[in-house]
């Protein structure tokens, strides 16, 4: 599927730095002379993800982040069979970090405040080995070498889990962890 001249079908976007495990983006900074200019850096976020709550915010509106849900990129599209712990909690923690940015935005001036825009947020705690049923039936799995998270539940990530029930209670949300 491609959105916006991304592919997102498990492998990662031209600009994702797999390395760094970051969105590589040119933003409106200055030269060594002060001259508005082009800077090359990597961002916890997208572009595709910030500009558009930016939008949003500029317009009084709120943000609901709907299926939302781990991916584990590799520079080769290889097995992620190991990194789900760490890159499972990286994950949570940079969702958390984006329903409070307050920093410069992907090819924009400026520093942006996007502090309280995004108001909801649902989250797919889905084992995606059995597809988007969950059901074991081989109509739709996900092969376990993919770069998606194969099992997304969150109950499988200590780490990842224990940074989201405190991302929910430190955002005010009204859900509670089980």
């Known amino acids: 599927m491609y959105e916006r001249g991304y592919l997102y079908n498990g492998t990662p976007p031209q600009n994702y730095d797999t390395g760094t495990s970051q969105c590589r983006?040119?933003?409106?900074?200055?030269?060594?002379s002060g001259n508005p200019a082009a800077v090359w850096r990597t961002f916890d976020h997208d572009a595709n993800v910030l500009k558009p709550v930016k939008f949003v915010r500029d317009h009084g509106k709120p943000v609901v982040l709907s299926e939302?849900?781990?991916?584990?990129?590799?520079?080769d599209g290889g097995s992620t069979d190991g990194l789900e712990q760490q890159r499972g909690d990286q994950w949570v923690k940079r969702l958390f970090a984006l329903m409070n940015y307050e920093g410069p935005i992907p090819n924009l001036p400026g520093r942006h405040d996007l502090r309280g825009v995004?108001?909801?947020?649902?989250?797919?705690?889905?084992?995606?080995?059995?597809?988007?049923?969950?059901?074991?039936?081989?109509?739709f799995d996900f092969p376990p070498d993919t770069t998606w998270f194969v099992d997304g539940r969150l109950s499988r990530y200590g780490?990842?889990?224990?940074?989201?029930?405190?991302?929910?209670?430190?955002?005010?949300?009204t859900a509670r962890c089980r």
């Open 159 to 173: 780490a990842a889990k224990a940074s989201f029930c405190q991302g929910l209670s430190a955002n005010g949300f």
């Open 68 to 75: 939302s849900g781990m991916m584990n990129f590799t520079a």
């Open 25 to 32: 983006n040119a933003y409106i900074g200055t030269d060594s």
């Open 118 to 139: 995004i108001r909801s947020v649902v989250y797919i705690d889905l084992d995606f080995r059995y597809g988007w049923d969950g059901i074991d039936d081989g109509s």
